[in-house]
T-cell receptor
Framework: GAVVSQHPSWVICKSGTSVKIECRSL??????MFWYRQFPKQSLMLMAT?????????EQGVEKDKFLINHASLTLSTLTVTSAHPEDSSFYIC????????????FGPGTRLTVL | QKEVEQDPGPLSVPEGAIVSLNCTYS??????FMWYRQYSRKGPELLMY????GNKEDGRFTAQVDKSSKYISLFIRDSQPSDSATYLC??????????FGTGTRLQVFP
C-alpha cells in the first residue's frame, strides 16, 4: 500500500501556542490531502480538504483561522493549530488520495496533540 | 439518524473463528465502500475497497456490498490475535469526502 507519513507523532504544548503538523505522501504525488480529527473511542471526523496550490476547503464548524492548512507541494500538506487550547487536544490524522481514478485514501500514522 | 451506522462492539471471538462486521447506511447514492483497520494510537490502514455492489476477496478477508439493503459487511476467516483492532467502514459518493462509521472494536483471544 501507499505510504503516508506524519510528523511529529506526538506533541505536548502550552495553551496559547501554535503547533504545526506535517503530512507527506512518500511514494506518490497527491493533489488532494485530507485532515481528520479523532477523539477517544470515536470515529474520524473530516476537518478539511487540502488541495495543492489552492485554498483548503473546511467542513462546517471548523474554524479556518484556527486550523491553518497549507498544501505547498504535491507531497506535503501542513496543519497548524493556532493559539491551541486544551479542547484542541486530540488525535489528528491526515490522508492522501492516490491519483488514478479510484477514491482510495491512504492514512498517515496520526499525531497526538496534548495542550496543557 | 447517522449517515453510517456501525455497532461499536467490542466483539470478542476465539482464535480461528469467522468474524462478521457490518455497517448500514442511509444515503443510497454512495458508490465507494471501504474497510479500514486501525490499531490503537495508529492511523487507519486500508483493507478492502469496493466500487458499487458485489463481493471482493483478499486472503482471509471478504467484503460484501448490498446496495439494495444499504448494508455492507466484512468477513474475516481464521481470525488471529493480530486481527485485534478497530475496524472502520467508510463510504463516499463520487467526491472525495469519506463518511466513516464509528468503528467496531474486535478482540481475538488465543
Amino acid at each position: 500500500g501507499a505510504v503516508v507519513s506524519q510528523h511529529p507523532s506526538w506533541v505536548i504544548c502550552k495553551s496559547g501556542t501554535s503547533v504545526k503538523i506535517e503530512c507527506r505522501s512518500l511514494d506518490f504525488q497527491a493533489t488532494t490531502m485530507f485532515w481528520y480529527r479523532q477523539f477517544p473511542k470515536q470515529s474520524l471526523m473530516l476537518m478539511a480538504t487540502s488541495n495543492e496550490g489552492s485554498k483548503a476547503t473546511y467542513e462546517q464548524g471548523v474554524e479556518k483561522d484556527k486550523f491553518l492548512i497549507n498544501h505547498a507541494s504535491l507531497t506535503l500538506s501542513t496543519l497548524t493549530v493556532t493559539s491551541a487550547h486544551p479542547e484542541d487536544s486530540s488525535f489528528y490524522i491526515c490522508s492522501a488520495r492516490r491519483p488514478g481514478g479510484s477514491n482510495t485514501q491512504y492514512f498517515g500514522p496520526g499525531t497526538r496533540l496534548t495542550v496543557l | 439518524q447517522k449517515e453510517v451506522e456501525q455497532d461499536p462492539g467490542p466483539l470478542s471471538v476465539p482464535e480461528g473463528a469467522i468474524v462478521s462486521l457490518n455497517c448500514t447506511y442511509s444515503n443510497s447514492a454512495f458508490q465507494y465502500f471501504m474497510w479500514y483497520r486501525q490499531y490503537s494510537r495508529k492511523g487507519p490502514e486500508l483493507l478492502m475497497y469496493t466500487y458499487s455492489s458485489g463481493n471482493k476477496e483478499d486472503g482471509r478477508f471478504t467484503a460484501q456490498v448490498d446496495k439494495s439493503s444499504k448494508y455492507i459487511s466484512l468477513f474475516i476467516r481464521d481470525s488471529q490475535p493480530s486481527d485485534s483492532a478497530t475496524y472502520l467502514c467508510a463510504m463516499s459518493l463520487n467526491t472525495d469526502k469519506l463518511i466513516f462509521g464509528t468503528g467496531t472494536r474486535l478482540q481475538v483471544f488465543p
